[in-house]
């Protein structure tokens, strides 16, 4: 059975682990029709557009 020869320091423990726990910050494009920043293939939260037609109701301020 395999056994490992030497045992591993915590650091290196923890280094192999690190990469689990990575968050990392959506893409953001803008909108075509209104220039905000959203998330790609979702409907803008800003004008309620997606592929160039109305699909949600957005309220005005």
Same mark, same amino acid.
């Given at each position: 059975?395999?056994?490992?020869?030497? /045992?591993?320091?915590?650091?290196?423990?923890?280094? /192999? +682990?690190?990469?689990h726990?990575?968050?990392?910050?959506?893409?953001?494009?803008? @909108?075509?029709? @209104?220039?905000?920043?959203?998330?790609?293939? /979702?409907?803008?939260?800003?004008?309620?557009?997606? /592929?160039? +037609?109305?699909?949600?109701?957005?309220?005005?301020?």
């Open positions: 059975m395999a056994v490992p020869k030497k /045992r591993k320091s915590p650091s290196k423990r923890d280094m /192999r +682990r690190a990469h726990d990575k968050v990392t910050a959506p893409n953001l494009s803008p @909108c075509p029709n @209104c220039e905000e920043l959203m998330v790609s293939h /979702r409907v803008c939260p800003a004008c309620g557009f997606y /592929r160039g +037609r109305q699909v949600i109701e957005v309220a005005r301020e």
